[in-house]
């Protein structure tokens, strides 16, 4: 009996090695999708750095040390970094509302919090000035006061905050939903507050998500240039974000200049999402 089963035994060994050496070959599909993303992706990315670096290390830092493109920069990272900041607060209160509480409207309110991922940011822009500027419904009476929020930084941040907020909800909310509430009621039983609750409980369970969330607002707050350019009338030296001021270095001619600020912005962007596949785990 025993000596029958070996061959059986072995004849399942070469089946199974059989078909592993059946599986397809991952060369083919691959290569055709480098073919494919050359031209779109990487060609694109390459040629900022090529030409950044086209008159050398020396003219790439004395591009950036211009202070038009240095302001550029820092008032870029400030932007995002209050952006991401006030977009956590404000996207993990809307997620927790939204995914905790049942009340009419419901449905219709997801949809226009949403909205701004789908709504060009022409138009984002365009709402802000009809709403803010000195001919808008709150402006003209706020702009007799002094009180404009347009044309400055505050009207750049409120663009950034408008275009920026889906992607932290869109990454807190699910969590939300698929999280336990048994654990929260546990709480609820041994005389925890909703807020001690909240903070002890659901929130460490949101933090990957407020982590990711964060970084892909700050990303997209860093490049946003469609609503910014409305709202802030591009001022050098006052209102003018990297992303316009290689905008207006363009148009003037000046492609080094504009392809320093453009390598910086594309070097942060792969830092950025170096730590979203490093540390939440989509890397895996």
Sequence with gaps: MSSMSRPNRSAGN??????????????????????????????????????????????????????????????????????????????????????????????????????????????????????????????????????????????????HLFVTFPYMLSTIKPLLDELETTYEEAAYTIGASRWQTFWYVTLPALRGGIFTGALLTFAHSLGEFGATVLVSGNLRLRTQTAPLYIFAQFEAGNIAAANAVAAVLAALSFVIFFFLLRYTGNGR
């Design 14 to 159: 070469r089946r199974g090695s059989a078909g592993a050496v059946a599986q397809p070959s991952p060369w083919l599909p691959v290569g055709m999708l480098i073919v494919v993303l050359l031209p779109l992706l990487l060609m694109p990315l390459a040629a900022v750095f090529i030409f950044a670096f086209r008159g050398g290390v020396g003219a790439f830092i004395a591009a950036l040390l211009i202070p038009d493109a240095q302001f550029a920069l820092r008032f870029s990272l400030l932007i995002a970094f209050a952006t991401a900041f006030l977009n956590g607060l404000i996207g993990t209160f809307a997620a927790y509302v939204l995914s905790r509480y049942r009340f009419p409207g419901e449905r219709p309110l997801n949809i226009v919090v949403n909205l701004p991922v789908a709504i060009p940011t022409v138009v984002v822009g365009t709402s802000l000035l009809l709403l803010w500027g000195p001919i808008g419904l709150l402006g003209r009476w706020l702009d007799p006061l002094g009180l404009q929020p347009m044309f400055t930084p505050f009207g750049v941040l409120l663009a």
